[in-house]
């Protein structure tokens, strides 16, 4: 496992040192590997249970156990164990040794069986009215006091889910998909009539 503290990343001399900053607006790898579909191999893995618990959680779109982070934001990832794997290891590597594939592997190519993809690409409603007002509310302080005051969340946790749903916010709002103030309003697609 890699130290990813400030420390380690400041040592020039560590073989896991990264030149992250140093890279330009060009992504491109260093080292590009070839990759065939046709060449195909087993990993067979033992992991903990909670490893496993994750990984699935984030496959399915599902809660993560002992968090508060929203499902909805594991949308463009892999739904598979397997893809899940292989998306963070290509992460990893790319991060770490600045080493891609020339192409994506299999797992990690986008299909169209994901419920929230097929809802943006159709333009249908991706939140309820009643969704849409808890995540207006959640990017407002006065959401989490009650919490604060009771001792049931720190100012830091907080903060983090307040930053957490400012951001899911505005990724919505990107793509495109208006979410009125208005407690009585709909959220809508922005070229659709209201």
């Known amino acids: 496992m890699l130290n990813h503290s400030p420390a380690h990343t400041e040592l020039p001399h560590s073989p896991y040192h990264h030149k992250a900053t140093e890279m330009t607006a060009d ?14 191999a087993t990993i067979l893995i033992n992991v903990e249970g909670a490893v496993k618990d994750l990984v699935s959680a984030l496959a399915k779109k599902a809660e993560i156990k002992g968090t508060k982070i929203d499902p909805t934001l594991f949308a463009g990832l892999p739904s598979s164990l397997t893809g899940i794997m292989v998306h963070y290891f ?27 993809d097929r809802k943006v690409a159709g333009r249908k409603r991706l939140l309820t009215r009643e969704q849409k007002n808890e995540l207006l509310a959640k990017t407002q302080m006065s959401f989490y006091e009650k919490d604060i005051a009771a001792g049931k969340m720190t100012i830091d946790a907080a903060m ?5 749903a400012y951001e899911r916010k505005a990724n919505f709002e990107e793509m495109g998909y208006c979410l009125p103030p208005l407690k009585t309003s709909y959220p809508y697609w922005i070229d659709e009539e209201v």
Do not use: H, M, Q
């Open 27 to 40: 992504t491109t790898a260093k080292y590009e590997l070839p990759i065939s579909t046709d060449d195909k």
């Open 90 to 116: 290509v992460k990893g590597i790319k991060e770490d040794f600045d080493i891609e594939f020339a192409e994506k592997p299999v797992s990690l190519k986008p299909r169209s069986t994901n419920p929230f």
């Open 160 to 164: 983090f889910a307040l930053k957490d």
